[in-house]
Nanobody, 121 residues
Framework: QVQLVESGGGLVQAGGSLRLSCAAS????????MGWYRQAPGKQRDLVAT???????YYAGSVKGRFTISRDNAKNTVYLQMNSLEPEDTAVYFC???????????????WGQGTQVTVSS
């Protein structure tokens, strides 16, 4: 069963930190690059960080130096440590493969429910 479950979001003041977690099913996680995406109100969903199965990472310019992505292959879990949070980081955060998991049988992408991150100024 395809599954993505994000957690760890919340309300934090600017300059604070949060750690997001995402548990993924084996067919999504195994040997694939995993990413964290975010979507602010009225905006498109953007990729903010990626980690390959071997641990190589990529970060969008807006979060580089502040966010750290990691994964635990034994637990099929990917994490996002977010430090020095800014109000502009406010969004719903999702995890998924990079590129996102697509079911050719169902002809659609699969996403979890996401986790809300709100940063107050």
């Amino acid at each position: 069963q395809v599954q993505l479950v994000e957690s760890g979001g919340g309300l934090v003041q600017a300059g604070g930190s949060l750690r997001l977690s995402c548990a993924a099913s084996e067919d999504i996680f195994s040997d694939n690059a995993m990413g964290w995406y975010r979507q602010a109100p009225g905006k498109q969903r953007d990729l903010v960080a990626t980690v390959t199965s071997g641990g190589t990472t990529y970060y969008a310019g807006s979060v580089k130096g502040r966010f750290t992505i990691s994964r635990d292959n034994a637990k099929n879990t990917v994490y996002l440590q977010m430090n020095s949070l800014e109000p502009e980081d406010t969004a719903v955060y999702f995890c998924n493969r990079d590129p996102p998991y697509y079911s050719y049988y169902d002809r659609r992408q699969y996403w979890g429910q996401g986790t809300q991150v709100t940063v107050s100024s």
